[in-house]
């Protein structure tokens, strides 16, 4: 059984930072791309980052570049989020997902997702 756990999230002033962690259990983690996505109240959940299996390969939103870094580390099943200078628009439940395949920012073509975790920044 595949689960893929968030952590990290929380209350944050604008301009401050957070890192948020995702545990993967129950598939091969490095032969997956990993992604996070986000949800903010009344809107549609949007592609945020992604990397590669080996980690080589990062892709991001451009309203994230330069502020947010994805990273992951196969020997502890985990794909972390790095957020600096977070915005009062940042605030959503951020989500991971797996996906046995090349690089996407599509959620349609993750198999796996978390449950997500909330992320507020005040303004």
């Known amino acids: 059984q595949v689960q893929l756990v968030e952590s990290g999230g929380g209350l944050v002033q604008a301009g401050g930072s957070l890192r948020l962690s995702c545990a993967a259990s129950g598939l091969t983690f490095s032969s997956y791309v990993m992604g996070w996505f986000r949800q903010a109240p009344g809107k549609e959940r949007e592609f945020v980052a992604a990397i590669s299996w080996s980690g080589g390969s990062t892709y991001y939103a451009d309203f994230v570049k330069g502020r947010f870094t994805i990273s992951r580390d196969n020997a502890k099943n985990t794909v972390f989020l790095r957020m600096n200078s977070l915005k009062p628009e940042d605030t959503a439940v951020y989500y991971c997902?797996?996906?046995?395949?090349?690089?996407?920012?599509?959620?349609?073509?993750?198999?796996?997702w978390g449950q997500g975790t909330q992320v507020t920044v005040s303004s």
């Open positions: 997902a797996a996906r046995s395949g090349p690089i996407s920012d599509h959620e349609r073509r993750y198999d796996y």
